[in-house]
């Protein structure tokens, strides 16, 4: 079974940059679609980032896209999240997540990391 775990979040002021890890162990996240949530105070989970387990093709959600950016080093079995021109509304707590290849949905998750931003 795969466990994640996520790390780099902190508090930032607005502008400011941030670089997520996400860390595998128990398997090998080379087979896996990986993704990034989060989850801000008072919201539901929303999907931020994520990039296919074989040509690495990404996808952002509208609110972080040519802001964010994920990759993925599969030696490592480790997925980031840079994160740039950090917003107040960027404020949540950010999960990663794996989904396997033709699955529907992503079935492992890490605990999640806080990110802050302060304006």
């Known amino acids: 079974q795969v466990q994640l775990v996520e790390s780099g979040g902190g508090s930032v002021q607005e502008g400011d940059s941030l670089k997520l890890t996400c860390t595998a162990s128990g398997g090998t996240l080379a087979h896996y679609a990986m993704g990034w949530f989060r989850q801000g105070p008072g919201l539901e989970r929303e999907f931020v980032a994520s990039i296919s387990w074989r040509l690495s093709t990404d996808y952002y959600s509208n609110a972080v896209e040519g802001r964010f950016a994920i990759s993925r080093d599969n030696a490592k079995n480790m997925v980031y999240l840079q994160m740039n021109s950090l917003k107040s509304e960027d404020t949540a707590v950010y999960y990663c997540?794996?989904?396997?290849?033709?699955?529907?949905?992503?079935?492992?998750w890490g605990r999640g990391t806080q990110v802050t931003v302060s304006s």
């Open positions: 997540a794996a989904r396997a290849v033709g699955a529907d949905d992503y079935e492992y």
